[in-house]
């Protein structure tokens, strides 16, 4: 009830002050299981025109600086989000993210783990796949392709869901890629390993 009020009040202001577009919503799963959403990230508002898009609650993976505020923490975590370290391999927001994903929710991630400018493979890791097959969750690959400047558009894309195998056996450099890959889909790329 928090989550969509606030939706609701926040995407009443923003929809009069951009133009947001929305395509692909085909490609959306129509059942309500465990989906990860993962999508680039060039804004602070890009979870929220992410969130106006998809009619499910997303429970967010948010990096922890944003929590250290404490009123804005209790906001976040009202909404759902949670923090995660971006430089270490923080065990409890993966912990977190198969919680949320269990209990058949709806898991959003930025893999590149920051605002970027450029694309670089490199910068992804094997978190999405890890998540994704250890809880048998299909991912839904989203561009957001905007300058967030006020009146102009705001376009949302989504792609079609990946599955990754759940029974394969992955080392961790395999699922590197598999998460590489998954970004190459969300740019609109062809996937490289075809380990998918």
């Known amino acids: 009830m928090f989550y969509n009020n606030v939706k609701n009040f926040v995407g009443f202001f923003l929809k009069i002050l951009y133009k ?11 059942d309500n299981k465990r989906l990860i959403i993962c999508g680039n990230h060039r804004s602070n508002l890009d979870p929220v025109f992410i969130s106006l898009a ?28 949670f923090p995660v370290d971006r430089h270490s391999n923080d065990i409890k927001a ?15 991630i930025f893999p590149e783990g920051t605002r970027v400018k450029e694309i670089d ?3 992804i890791k094997s978190g999405v796949a890890l998540i994704a097959q250890k809880t048998n969750s299909e991912v839904l690959p989203i561009f957001i392709e ?16 990946v599955a990754i195998e ?3 056996k992955y080392d961790n450099e395999e699922l590197e890629k598999i998460s590489q890959d998954i970004m190459r889909m969300v740019y609109g790329e062809e996937t490289k390993w075809k380990l998918l």
């Open 54 to 81: 998809f009619r499910r609650q997303v429970f967010w993976m948010a990096k922890k600086e944003l929590f250290e505020f404490k009123p804005l923490g209790w906001f976040l975590t009202k909404l759902g989000a």
């Open 20 to 30: 947001l577009e929305i395509y692909g919503e085909e490609n959306i799963p129509k």
């Open 166 to 168: 759940s029974t394969k």
């Open 146 to 161: 905007s300058e967030y400047k006020f009146f102009k558009p705001i376009r949302v894309y989504f792609r079609p869901s």
């Open 121 to 123: 493979y490199n910068m």
């Open 94 to 108: 993966i912990k977190n993210s198969l919680k949320i994903l269990k209990n058949e929710n709806v898991l959003g």
